[in-house]
């Protein structure tokens, strides 16, 4: 065993038993190599990432690879998940030097952490113009000892340019209607007609462009806009990224056509998707919404749900081959006609094959109407059998955040009290296990003990939006205040003079760089995140504080949106709900008490981009800002709409509360 034996992320123990001399990240790692005088090399990865298996297995688990690695360089592995700081300003090198990123990620830097040579996977044999892994390793080794004057101004260069990488504008103000409506018809002209989406493949399923557009349909009335996204969600749920017998979906699709998954199943992803789904029911009322939320939240508390009462970070792409040949991507979702044959019978398997069309890669579909739930259940349970992918059991904060939003929301819009529960439970264990009585943040945790690793501004942003939504579906004020103590710290360790937001604190590890991204990529940036949920607080609270922060950090979404809307979709849904208002639902009525009950179940099924929602007793002695000051009418419970705490008049029937918000 390695120095990795004693970590929590299940990636890095993927490796403590490698002949690989690995070291965690830190000083000491990096004082070692100075010793010693070698190049460290940092390989950084993820548990569920099928290449970052397949570098493992070829190079990092044979001897002579490993020997030569130990003997010439000090071998760094990250989890990029445990440290996306690190993987954040090192990935900034790779795509400026390549033109393109992934993991495995292999960097090659002083041990004073400056870069100077960088790539994704190498093979163990020479393909497609890569070198194989040792002669690059050779060729590094030789530049190391023989031309170290080179190398060194290299790392310079390379750190310099990255170092000058610092975010600035103008601070112009938060986007209007102008900059929204150039948004959308961006994304309308980047549509994909034929198979749902935008671009070509690989595809990924763009839920929070998604998010903006359904918003942006709401607030403006724009059919276009509903039909890109109902299209591609249909299209989705339809297509072989999803999963048609256990729910959730794959992290991206191969191809353009939605067909061929890469087989891997991400937290992130299913949050987002299972609030996408949720949304689009609020507006249109189609069962396909319907059943894909429902199904997608319910795979998530099924399969991702641990012990501790939070939600793993993934399932592997990866599972043993049923005929015992090893590991094998997409080896528990894909089917041989053999395979049908074997779990129904002949006429079942073609009954099987017609309703869900698998073609030569195995993949199910669902092109027609809805599969017969006796032939699903019927290959679920055959399913089951098989040899099921390994689970990255670490508790991501963020990610956790998400699923709190995203189960709050559809326990409180199906009455599901289930799924409303599954979402306290976890931010129960975020409060307990995460957050300190300061409002700073861990990363990550696992079997209920915190991490290492500090959280970033996107934990902080999500973590927020999850206690924020589900104080609108509880009520419990104790979500709200622990959504302001983190936003606090947003404010004051994460925020830049002129507005800007960083993605570590002041406080934070010292990198070759501040990490700053507001783009979003496959989660929203933490830019956005922190951004939404500065702008929900100020809705509950009236904080002028709070909502100058959101329109300052919005005013990169005016300078990006209209521009890359694939890239700001969070931060134009954000901006949809700034001009919005957002709309503040101020719900009073005793708990229990079925006309309030009725009021509030509206005031959450409602679409108006990122309403807020207080529901409080009539008496309480110390209510949050939005409920202060809120008598029921006539003793009956009452519903009050406002924007910037400006109220129209009280209603008591949910009828006109729809009718107010609509």
């Known amino acids: 065993m390695n120095r990795l034996a004693g970590s929590q992320s299940p990636y890095l123990l993927q490796h403590a038993s490698n002949p690989v001399d690995w070291w965690p990240w830190g ?28 570098m493992a297995h070829e190079s990092f688990e044979d001897e002579a690879v490993a020997a030569y690695l130990n003997a010439h360089f000090l071998p760094v592995k990250v989890d990029r998940e445990e440290r996306p700081d690190v993987d954040s300003v090192y990935m900034d090198a790779v795509q400026a030097a390549t033109g393109q990123g992934g993991w495995p990620m292999t960097v090659f830097m002083t041990a004073d952490g400056e870069p100077f040579y ?28 023989e031309r170290r004057g080179e190398v060194a101004q290299v790392a310079a260069r390379i750190t310099g340019d990255l170092a000058e990488r610092r975010l600035s504008y103008d601070a112009p103000g938060p986007p209007g209607e102008a900059e929204l409506a150039m948004a959308a018809a961006g994304l309308a002209g980047e549509f994909d007609e034929a198979h ?39 299209a989705m749920a339809r297509g072989g990224i999803y999963d048609q017998l256990g729910g959730g979906f794959a992290r991206y699709a191969v191809d353009a056509t939605w067909t061929v998954p890469h087989y891997e199943k991400m937290l992130y992803d299913n949050a987002l998707l299972a609030r996408v789904y949720t949304h689009l029911w609020r507006v249109t009322d189609e069962p396909l919404a319907r059943r894909i939320a429902l199904e997608t939240a319910d795979f998530l508390v099924r399969e991702l749900l641990t012990g501790e009462g939070g939600f793993a970070s993934a399932l592997d792409a990866d599972s043993e081959a049923r005929d015992g040949g090893g590991p094998e991507e997409g080896a528990f979702y894909t089917w041989t006609p053999e ?74 819009c199906f009455g599901r009290d289930d799924l409303v529960a599954a979402a306290t439970g976890a931010a129960e264990l975020l409060a307990a296990v995460h957050l300190d009585a300061d409002g700073r943040l861990v990363r990550t945790s696992r079997d209920g003990r915190a991490g290492p690793g500090a959280g970033v501004l996107e934990d902080y942003g999500d973590v927020a939006e999850g206690f924020l939504t589900l104080y609108a579906v509880t009520g419990v004020r104790a979500w709200l ?37 507001p783009t979003d990529g496959a989660t929203p940036s ?30 990169v979404v005016t300078a990006l949106g209209p521009q890359a809307p694939r890239f700001t979709g969070w931060g134009l849904a954000v901006a949809e709900a700034a001009v919005d208002g957002p709309r503040e639902v101020a719900v009073v009525g005793a708990w229990g008490d079925a006309a309030a ?47 910037g705490f400006v109220c129209a008049a009280p209603v008591t029937d949910p009828e006109s509360l729809a009718a107010q918000l609509a």
């Open 196 to 234: 749902g989406g935008f671009g070509g493949a690989p595809k990924f399923p763009p839920s929070m462009a998604l998010e903006f557009l359904l918003r942006h349909h709401v607030r403006t009335g724009s059919r276009e806009a509903l039909r890109i996204a109902a299209a591609t969600c249909e």
């Open 118 to 145: 960088f790539g994704t996977y190498f093979p163990r044999e020479p393909h497609a113009g890569l070198p194989s892994f040792t002669q690059l390793l050779q060729g590094v080794h030789t530049a190391w000892t």
């Open 339 to 412: 395979q049908l044959q074997a779990a129904l019978g002949p006429a079942d398997a073609e009954r099987a094959a017609a309703v869900f069309g698998p073609g030569e890669e195995g993949t199910l579909r669902l092109p027609g109407a809805q599969a017969p739930e006796g032939l699903r259940a019927r290959l679920l349970d055959a399913r089951g059998a098989r040899p099921r992918p390994e689970r990255d059991d670490k508790i991501v904060a963020a990610w956790n955040g998400l699923a709190i939003a995203a189960l709050a929301e559809a326990g409180a």
């Open 526 to 555: 933490g830019w956005s995140a922190a951004t939404g949920a500065l702008l929900s607080y100020a809705a509950y609270t009236g904080s002028g504080r709070h909502r100058a922060a959101a329109e300052r950090a919005l005013g």
């Open 481 to 517: 205040d622990r959504a302001g103590a983190l936003l606090e710290t947003v404010l004051t360790r994460f925020a830049g003079a002129d507005g800007t937001l960083f993605d570590t604190a002041d406080d934070a590890e010292r990198l070759i760089r501040r990490p700053q991204d």
């Open 27 to 54: 000083a000491e790692a990096m004082a070692e190599a100075k010793r010693r005088d070698v190049p460290v090399l940092l390989s950084v990865g993820y548990a569920s990432c099928h290449w970052c298996h397949v």
């Open 597 to 643: 009950d009725a009021l509030h179940r509206t005031a959450l099924r409602a679409a108006a981009p990122g309403a807020v929602v207080a529901r409080g007793e009539p008496d309480d002695a110390d209510p949050p800002p939005l409920l202060a000051g809120r008598p029921l009418r006539e003793g009956r419970a009452a519903a009050y709409v406002c924007r």
